[in-house]
């Protein structure tokens, strides 16, 4: 109860860091490692961890040997995810994903990310260097309240399956998107033309999680 309390609280404070009211189910947790080939897994990573449940459930299922990158941008909860899974490597910044991988790739990447509340070069950014991280045939499995990545993911990825969560506050779309051939070039641009990376569009749409029930979709 503590820790959902914390969640919301963290939630109010930064609503578009943070992402959702509640700390992701256990049924969310299974729908986002469904799939993942454990035995084969030599470098995991982790976007956006929060407390702690998906890692909790990476760290229980992963190789001894196999190395896990975990980004998480508070410092608050990465000091706290960093004694809970001492042989995890804790970073800030998702951004610096490409650089901390290194060249070996990794084989998959789960994400807690709220990109929808990203503003569209981030967020177009970051899934070029999750591309680009990937080695051939690297998974990916990033979670939404909407729709809304559909088409970006389509575009990057050649297959992408979607998987609908009900049991979830709220319901949430896991995406589960791979590659066969290692990436060489991102097929979308990075930013368009005038559109800084860390400035907002005004026209720019809410996710459905913070909007109103009366705003609908
Ligand atoms: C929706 S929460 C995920 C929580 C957890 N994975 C779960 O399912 O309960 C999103 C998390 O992403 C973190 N975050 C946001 N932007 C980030 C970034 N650029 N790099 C790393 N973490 C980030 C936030 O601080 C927040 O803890």
């Known amino acids: 109860m503590n820790d959902h309390l914390g969640y919301l609280r963290r939630f109010v404070a930064s609503p578009g860091q943070i992402g959702s009211i509640a700390p992701s189910s ?33 760290e229980a299922a992963r190789l001894p040997e196999s190395r896990f990158l975990v ?21 800030s910044d998702a951004a610096m994903l490409r650089e901390l991988v290194g060249d070996g790739g990794a084989d998959c990447v789960i994400s807690g990310l709220p990109f929808a509340n990203f503003r569209p070069a981030l967020r177009r950014s970051l899934l070029r260097d ?3 991280a990937l080695r051939p045939g690297g998974i990916f499995v990033a979670f939404q309240y909407s729709l809304q990545m559909r088409g970006e993911l389509r575009g990057r990825f050649d297959e992408m399956d979607l998987e609908l969560v009900l049991r979830n506050v709220p319901p949430a779309v896991v995406y589960r998107c ?10 979308l641009p990075v930013a368009l033309p005038g559109e800084p990376l860390a400035a907002g569009r005004p ?15």
């Open 26 to 58: 256990p049924f969310l947790t299974r729908a986002m490692l469904r799939g993942v080939d454990w035995g084969g897994m030599c470098t995991l990573v982790e976007l956006g961890a929060g407390t702690g449940v998906f890692t909790a459930a990476i």
């Open 71 to 91: 980004f998480e941008k508070e410092a608050g909860l990465r000091t706290k995810l960093q004694s809970r899974f001492a042989t995890a490597e804790l970073h």
């Open 130 to 132: 999750i591309r680009a």
């Open 178 to 187: 791979r590659n066969r051939v290692a990436p060489e070039c991102d097929p």
């Open 203 to 217: 026209d720019e749409r809410q996710p459905l999680a913070m909007r109103s029930p009366r705003q609908g979709g």
